[in-house]
């Protein structure tokens, strides 16, 4: 099956850049996205790159694609306290070959940022 | 604007219980989902339905059923609740032919003792 991995833990002190790694192994995928999860909350849609992307930006966040190598990095600029949460690469889901199979989630990775 | 919508939030159950957790969602989507949740496992998916009508498993459909009651509504239910079934249950849904963005409830935080 397939997989998503990413680091567990980043820790950032407050004004740095933070970057999350993640590595994916379904190359067929149409989107890949960034999801944040705060503390007791549900996930939410961050942001998202079309794979014909290498590069998306909006505002403090840049997400960068690189197809060959199957890597997908989200940096964050000029990191605040709020945005210590939990940060999930995700890609869609191959359950069942196609459809709305869902997304797969790398493990995530907690964000924690030092004054 | 509601989205989507799970409950009960907070549930305590002693093994061998059952206990079925309810979502919906007003957003008109299509596909519906629940995962789990796990420290340091990350979210995994239970079941799914791809439309009114159908359910799927996913990757650890063990010891759960679903029902997609009609477009809005789809539950998930223990039937006898096993301590590793302890987690965060999320329900989920979104629309095919977008982005394939997922909409997700706040959760149901669930301990089988």
């Known amino acids: 099956g397939e997989d998503v991995e990413q680091s567990l833990f980043l820790s950032v002190r407050e004004g740095d850049s933070s970057v999350i790694n993640c590595t994916y192994t379904d190359s067929s995928s149409t989107y890949l996205y960034w999801y944040k999860q705060e503390p007791g909350a549900g996930l939410q849609l961050l942001t998202y790159?079309?794979?014909?992307?290498d590069m998306k930006q909006d505002q403090r966040l840049t997400v960068l694609l690189n197809k060959k190598d199957k890597h997908l990095s989200l940096r964050i600029a000029d990191t605040q306290t709020g945005d210590s949460a939990i940060y999930f690469c995700?890609?869609?889901?191959?359950?069942?070959?196609?459809?709305?199979?869902?997304?797969?989630f790398g493990k995530g990775t907690h964000l924690i940022i030092q004054p | 604007n509601a989205g989507v919508t799970q409950t009960p939030k907070f549930q305590v159950l002693k093994t061998g219980q059952s206990m079925t957790l309810q979502c919906a969602q007003d957003?008109?989507?299509?596909?519906m989902y629940w995962y789990r949740q796990d420290p340091g496992m990350g979210l995994r998916l239970i079941y799914y339905s791809a439309s009114e009508g159908t359910t799927d498993k996913g990757e650890v459909p063990n010891g759960y059923n679903v029902s997609r009651l009609n477009k809005r509504e789809f539950s998930l239910r223990l039937e006898s609740a096993a301590p590793s079934q302890t987690s965060v249950y999320f329900c989920?849904?979104?629309?095919?032919?977008?982005?394939?963005?997922?909409?997700f409830g706040e959760g149901s935080r669930l301990t089988v003792l």
């Open positions: 995700a890609d869609p889901g191959t359950y069942s070959g196609g459809g709305a199979d869902g997304l797969t």
């Open positions: 989920a849904s979104s629309e095919t032919g977008t982005t394939g963005e997922l909409f």
């Open positions: 790159i079309f794979s014909n992307m």
């Open positions: 957003m008109n989507h299509n596909s």
